[in-house]
């Protein structure tokens, strides 16, 4: 289909489409190329109609969140990116002991909040950068405990653009991982406990404290690279295998933790690739262990 033909597939959305986007700025990593179109719905209708029109010609359809699990590649996005940043989509109400959260709403002010509010369950996940709908994708969390933990439900879209809802026990997450197939997260129900807002203040700055000493937070990056194999940690195989500080491009592994990659000025997603393609090589002739992506290349 020609380029022509393919930007009269949202005729009447020019609001919230714009063509050839530069991604860059919305990841954490701060690389890659254009999406060949960026949509911005405001509300849940004007979602659905995208993701009708998407399924109907055959366009595929990811959504973005922070960017911050993410390495665009320095070629772009084919097909539409979507980002829901719209007010509608970024709503945060709290309904006794539980929260119902926007999958735009942003993960770090939720969690500081709860903390206010004196509502335990998601202090664990305090310095995890991205949105609600991230989060639950990617069942955020780390040493202190997972996102999946707190969620109840979930609201989600099809490739129909039918909204519907999955509970647990339908629901499960496991690590960095869930069962929604569903292309769309639209809000997350959180089942919260009422506890002492110092006491949840005092857990917070201990995940803090442990993330700023074995991180490298004031740099470019998309957190871990690489998923812990069962029972292994994937930062200590890069480690053993002589890669930390290893460099490629304007990549390197960082020095603080082997398991990030980070971006300095001039970097290019393909100097990011390369380095990720070295590590699995070192690690596998190592260990004979085969590295999984945490992160995700689009
Ligand atoms: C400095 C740093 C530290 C980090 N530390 C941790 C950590 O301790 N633990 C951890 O688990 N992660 C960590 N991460 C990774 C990242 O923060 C999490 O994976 C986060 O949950 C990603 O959220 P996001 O909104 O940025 O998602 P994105 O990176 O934008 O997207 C990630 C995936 O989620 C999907 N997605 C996003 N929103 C939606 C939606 N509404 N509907 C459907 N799919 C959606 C995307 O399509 C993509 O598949 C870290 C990252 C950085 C940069």
Known sequence: MSGK????IFSGLEQIVEKDYSLSEKTWFGLGGKAE?????QTVEQLAD???RCSENNISLRVLGY???LLIRDEGVKGVVIKLDGEEFCKVEQKEHSIIAGAGADLSKLVLDCVRKGLG????LAGIPGSIGGAVRMNAGGNFGDFGSAVESVTLMDNEGKVFEKSKPELSFDYRQTNITAKIILAAKLKMIEADPQQLLRSVKEVWIYKKNTQPLNMKSAGCVFKNPRGMSAGAMIDRSGLK???IGGASVSE???NFIVAEKGCKSSDVITLIDLIKKKVKDKFDVSLELEIEIW
Not at 37 to 41: C, D, G, H, K, R
Not at 121 to 124: A, F, P, Q, R, V
Request: hydrophobic share 30%; charged share 20%; proline share 4%.
């Open 67 to 69: 960017g911050s699990n």
């Open 5 to 8: 033909l393919r930007t009269n």
């Open 121 to 124: 369950g998601i202090e664990s």
């Open 37 to 41: 179109f960026f949509i911005q719905p």
């Open 256 to 258: 603080k933790h082997a």
């Open 50 to 52: 995208v993701v009708r």
């Open 245 to 247: 500080g290893s460099k």
